[in-house]
């Protein structure tokens, strides 16, 4: 009987794997990944919030602008964090400076209302 039990034991013996160490193909890859992620992901989102950041910092009064509701205007006031502007005959709305999405150039608004 003990004759079994010592070939059992040297089985399991020998069947364990060796401890981890250190995986060259494994920090290749979470290099590669980090690297995919900074180039695909991170970069261009920090882009995009650069150039917007620039946008908003460039804000004058007489700029003809669009907002992220589609909403047209004319800008006729600037403050520290919101944009007063001009919709329409005399309607004068409040937005967040951060609601802008884009500058039109001068004189969409006139050819838009002369359509």
Do not use: C
Not at 83 to 96: D, H, R, Y
């Amino acid at each position: 009987m003990s004759f079994f039990v010592s070939s059992a034991v040297a089985q399991t013996t020998a069947a364990q794997a060796k401890p981890a160490g250190f995986d060259p193909v494994m920090i290749i890859m979470m290099v590669g990944m980090f690297a995919f992620m900074y180039f695909f992901i991170i970069r261009p989102q920090r882009k995009r919030q650069k150039e917007h950041q620039d946008l908003v910092s460039a804000l004058a009064k007489g700029d003809e602008v669009v907002m992220t509701s589609g909403m047209l205007g004319k800008v006729v006031k600037v403050d520290e964090n919101y944009v007063v502007i001009e919709t329409g005959n005399n309607i004068e709305l409040k937005f967040q400076k951060v609601a802008v999405h884009a500058v039109l150039p001068k004189g969409t608004i006139k050819s838009i209302e002369a359509a």
